[in-house]
């Protein structure tokens, strides 16, 4: 039976626990844990183990802080993962120490983010060089219990996706708030003020997936010549906000790439 294990039962690694086990019902899944407190497996289904224990032929998913994986690949006997699939969802940490850390060049690097708890996260995922095709698909399809996946080949990207991607939903959220503050200054009560906000980024995510829909082709739709959409256009380029959105985005990256170092 094909196994997938788990390390790290925090907010990212218990998410894809559970999708697992609702997502991929014939695989065998394990849960690496030492902390006996959270060791507490998702409703049962997983095993969950206090150390790593190799199987020939395992998908090892990564979900550890990134100041944890030296430790954690200390404590592997040398052979270890010379047989193993390591994907890892650590930020910052480069396939080049995946593998010598690891001992094996069958790594990955993905990055998820935190819609992955609703299903729907958007996930970047990177292989070395030396991974076999069958690798990159058990990957994919391990990561696809959490949302969508793509796959791209060169690592560079990687920073960029941590900040569009492992960073979006909170700057998407940053921006949400001013939305929320409108409509409560409007008279909204709070719980209307969310549900106005939420739908509507649901329905442009939506919409911006219909074939041939752009965000740019989106609003200059909406936008009919001295009508009220137009009025708010004109002021977010008057603020510039397309600008510092840019700039938070680059920050972010630049962020990203420092700690990978
Ligand atoms: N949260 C996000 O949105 C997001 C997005 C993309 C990528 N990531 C990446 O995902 C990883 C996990 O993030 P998270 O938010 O899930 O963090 P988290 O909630 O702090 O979870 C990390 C878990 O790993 C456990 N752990 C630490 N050292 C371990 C070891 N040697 N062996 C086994 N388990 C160990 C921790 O246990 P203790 O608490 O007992 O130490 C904790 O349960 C990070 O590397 C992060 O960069 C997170």
Redesign the pocket.
């Known amino acids: 039976m094909e196994r997938i294990v788990v390390?790290?039962?925090?907010?990212?690694?218990s998410v894809i626990v559970r999708g697992l086990l609702d997502g991929l019902p014939g695989v065998e899944v394990v849960i690496?844990?030492?902390?006996a407190?959270?060791r507490a497996s998702p409703d049962g289904r997983a095993e969950v183990a206090a150390a790593y224990d190799p199987r020939p032929g395992d998908l090892l998913v990564l979900?550890?802080?990134?100041q944890?994986f030296e430790?954690?690949a200390d404590?592997l006997s040398p052979k270890a993962c010379a047989d193993t699939t390591v994907v890892s969802?650590?930020?910052?940490v480069r396939l080049e120490t995946l593998a010598s850390a690891l001992g094996t060049d069958a790594v990955l690097r993905a990055?998820?983010?935190?819609a992955s708890r609703v299903g729907q996260s958007m996930t970047v995922l990177c292989p070395g060089g030396q991974v076999r095709p069958d690798g990159v698909e058990r990957a994919e399809r391990a990561l696809s219990v959490i949302g969508r996946v793509l796959v791209v080949r060169d690592e560079s990207l990687l920073d960029a996706a941590t900040a569009l991607v492992?960073s979006g939903p909170a700057l998407v959220a940053y921006l949400a708030q001013s939305f929320m503050g409108f409509a409560r200054g409007s008279g909204f009560a709070a719980a209307d003020a969310l549900v106005l906000t939420s739908q509507v980024l649901r329905g442009t995510a939506d919409l911006l997936t219909e074939p041939g829909v752009t965000p740019e082709s989106l609003y200059r739709q909406a936008s009919t010549p001295h009508g009220t959409t137009a009025e708010g256009i004109a002021t977010l380029r008057e603020h510039r906000v397309g600008e510092s959105v840019r700039a938070a985005l680059e920050a972010t990256t630049e962020r990203a790439r420092e700690l990978a170092g």
């Open positions: 390390v790290g039962a925090g907010h990212m690694g690496v844990e030492p902390s407190e959270r979900a550890i802080p990134p944890a430790s954690f404590g969802i650590m930020a910052g990055m998820p983010n935190l492992g």
